[in-house]
């Protein structure tokens, strides 16, 4: 494959960019999931010793939610008035 590549920026200088920043984008998505798999609260990938890591947290741990506030007063209908 990356015979392929060097042979392709050979032939079209143009894509010599576009090769390397799509490996530093997939090198940095890889390295962001091997953080998020390393959390300090839930390991997702020790499924031997930890099967249902949400147990093991304490009642006092905020999960993070997304609360949107909407005024429902101003909000237009989207059918006819009968």
């Known amino acids: 494959m990356i ?3 060097i042979q392709h920026a050979k032939k ?3 894509l010599i960019p576009q090769f390397f ?3 530093v984008g997939l090198t ?3 390295l962001y ?3 998020l798999a390393k ?3 839930v390991t997702l990938w020790d499924r031997k ?3 249902e890591p949400w147990n093991k947290l304490d009642p006092t741990y905020q999960y993070k939610f997304v609360a949107i ?3 429902y007063k101003n909000l237009k209908k989207e059918g006819p008035d009968f």
Do not use: S, V
């Open 28 to 30: 940095g998505a890889i």
């Open 21 to 23: 920043f799509t490996t």
């Open 3 to 5: 015979k392929t590549m």
């Open 49 to 51: 010793n930890n099967p």
């Open 33 to 35: 999931l091997i953080r």
């Open 39 to 41: 959390g300090p609260h």
């Open 12 to 14: 079209h200088p143009g």
């Open 69 to 71: 506030q909407t005024d």
